[in-house]
């Protein structure tokens, strides 16, 4: 008995186990300490007929911005461990925090705001939050934002996926061909309005038949632009590294160029953890990342010319 007790092997998570019970986890720690916090994406989708089967691989939490670092606190003393912050990360991801722990295959995406919903960070989430559902995942009652509040959501994720990634292309034309009522069109005008995602789905939702009036004025706004700026970077990283070099300081120029074309040990490890820690291994990895990003040159850079 002695030798079966020593010998047994730990149980091993199926992905889809793993964002379920990690997705009821965080909403039970978010509820006791009465955090208010929204589920995003993951298997509501299916449910809502938004997306056909999907395995997801990490688990998307909004949570209320003003309780946003103390929920950070939370993840970091009960086990879960932040990606490890690399220059590149801290200059393109600004509103989310990704989070692993040992033993479980999936990831934890902690986010503050959701691209392209251009209102403040507190009145989307206090719209998201007035209009919630709710989904049961691993025996326990999780909130979710409503349809259609998902469709935008969706939406302006899959513009901003990246072109490696040609599924992003087919959920959005998955999502125009979807059946809405014409209280539905109306309540996505509206919905569109109070976030502020009028101005970056007015193409889509014009295809859905729901009729947005956008200020010209409205496109040439800061933060708008900085939301063309991440659709620009579903172009891949070597769009993300020209973007960023654009818009720098003169002063700090040669420091992104540095990094992005020839990043420190530390980021390259980082990013990329199937590169052996020695000499040789790191200076090969870099030479064909460059590589990499010189071919990409050809198709990124017309692109750009025209956003």
Known sequence: MTG???????????IVEAVALSTAWLQRNAR??????????GPTLQEQGLRGH???????LLVEP???????????????????ETFASEQFVTHSRTFRR??????LDVHSSWPGFLASDEDVFEVLWERRAAVELAHTSCEVPDRNANLL???LHSLRGTTSQPRHERELDGLRRIRISDEDRQDLATLARVTGSAAPLQDFLTDLGVRVDVDPSERQTPIY??????VAHAQGRTASWLIELQRAPWRRKAVVLRHGVWPTDHDLLAEHPDVPDR????????IARLGGGIRQLRRVVPALRRR
């Open 32 to 41: 006791s300490q009465s955090i208010r916090s929204l589920v995003l994406k």
């Open 279 to 286: 000499f040789w291994a790191k200076i090969w990895a870099r």
């Open 225 to 230: 632009k900085e939301w063309q700026r991440k």
């Open 54 to 60: 999907h395995v997801s691989s990490d688990v998307d």
């Open 4 to 14: 079966a007790a020593s010998t047994a092997s730990p149980t091993v998570l199926t």
């Open 153 to 155: 959501l969706l939406a």
């Open 102 to 107: 040992a033993g479980w295959p999936n990831s």
């Open 66 to 84: 003003a309780r946003f670092d103390e929920f950070v606190e939370i993840l970091t003393t009960t086990g879960w461990t932040e990606f490890t």
